[in-house]
């Protein structure tokens, strides 16, 4: 197995719909942005089941190429962190959407009932169609909005996550994160307690700046121009 291939592109792209994304300063004020597919994913190498530590190192040697901003989303928001911490001169700000770096609040009733929730669903495995629907809208995905039937990509993801380790299990690097002096961004959905209860956190531990987008439940980055804008902002704070 290799380390996961980023695809780029020559300007900003619109919506973030990957797990990790690094953003780089280019000629004339624009920028280049490079979309990181995790491992088992889109043209990545194939593996049996993600990994939060796995993917962290392939992102920290992406970022370690040249100084970025570092975008990640959901399970790649928690890649994101762990990554930010090891390359913390790679890096320029740190944005974070909905991490489900449930592992800091495991006591919390209301996280307790869904990592619980989780873990009877893969008890019972079900068909990996079933799974992904299912996950989504405990996650706060609309699952309308998945295809029938589900594309070969799409269930080779649902087998991924299945045999994968949970993000709950991260160890999540607080003291280096807030140590390190650039911008951080922490963004929820406003439409989940317990993504609330991770983001509010970090917010506080990082220091974070914290933002809530409504409308598009946890697939935030959906919402293109309000989320890109405030990126911007974010990322002009990177050098005033």
């Given at each position: 197995?290799?380390?996961?291939?980023?695809?780029?592109?020559?300007?900003?792209?619109?919506?973030?719909?990957?797990?990790?994304?690094?953003?780089?300063?280019?000629?004339?004020?624009r920028?280049?942005?490079?979309?990181?597919?995790?491992?088992g994913?889109?043209?990545?190498?194939?593996v049996?089941?993600?990994?939060?530590?796995?993917?962290?190192?392939?992102?920290?040697e992406?970022?370690?190429?040249?100084?970025?901003?570092l975008?990640?989303h959901?399970?790649?928001?928690?890649?994101?962190?762990?990554?930010a911490?090891?390359?913390p001169?790679?890096v320029?700000?740190?944005t974070?959407?909905?991490?489900?770096?449930?592992?800091?609040?495991?006591?919390h009733?209301?996280v307790?009932?869904?990592?619980?929730a989780?873990?009877?669903?893969?008890?019972?495995?079900?068909?990996?169609?079933?799974?992904?629907r299912?996950f989504?809208?405990?996650?706060?995905?609309?699952?309308?909005r998945?295809?029938?039937?589900?594309?070969d990509?799409?269930?080779?993801a649902?087998?991924?996550?299945?045999?994968?380790?949970?993000?709950?299990?991260?160890?999540i690097?607080?003291?280096?994160?807030?140590f390190a002096?650039?911008?951080?961004?922490?963004?929820?959905?406003?439409?989940?307690?317990?993504f609330?209860?991770?983001?509010?956190?970090?917010?506080?531990w990082?220091?974070?700046?914290?933002?809530?987008?409504?409308?598009?439940?946890?697939?935030?980055?959906?919402?293109?121009?309000?989320?890109?804008?405030c990126?911007?902002?974010?990322?002009?704070?990177?050098?005033?």
């Amino acid at each position: 197995m290799g380390t996961a291939r980023p695809a780029s592109c020559p300007r900003p792209r619109r919506r973030f719909r990957c797990a990790g994304g690094v953003c780089r300063d280019g000629a004339a004020g624009r920028a280049r942005l490079i979309l990181v597919n995790r491992r088992g994913f889109g043209a990545s190498p194939a593996v049996e089941g993600e990994d939060f530590d796995v993917d962290a190192g392939d992102l920290a040697e992406v970022l370690a190429e040249e100084p970025s901003h570092l975008v990640g989303h959901s399970y790649g928001g928690v890649v994101s962190l762990i990554a930010a911490a090891q390359v913390p001169g790679a890096v320029k700000s740190l944005t974070v959407f909905e991490p489900p770096a449930f592992g800091l609040l495991a006591d919390h009733p209301e996280v307790r009932r869904f990592i619980d929730a989780i873990r009877a669903m893969l008890t019972a495995d079900p068909p990996l169609d079933e799974f992904l629907r299912r996950f989504a809208a405990l996650v706060g995905v609309d699952p309308s909005r998945l295809p029938i039937p589900l594309p070969d990509s799409l269930l080779r993801a649902a087998r991924v996550q299945m045999h994968g380790r949970w993000p709950w299990d991260a160890v999540i690097p607080l003291e280096a994160l807030a140590f390190a002096t650039w911008p951080k961004l922490v963004v929820s959905g406003g439409h989940s307690r317990i993504f609330d209860l991770v983001c509010d956190l970090l917010q506080r531990w990082l220091p974070a700046r914290r933002e809530v987008f409504r409308g598009a439940g946890h697939s935030i980055p959906r919402l293109g121009d309000p989320v890109n804008e405030c990126l911007a902002r974010l990322w002009a704070s990177s050098v005033s």
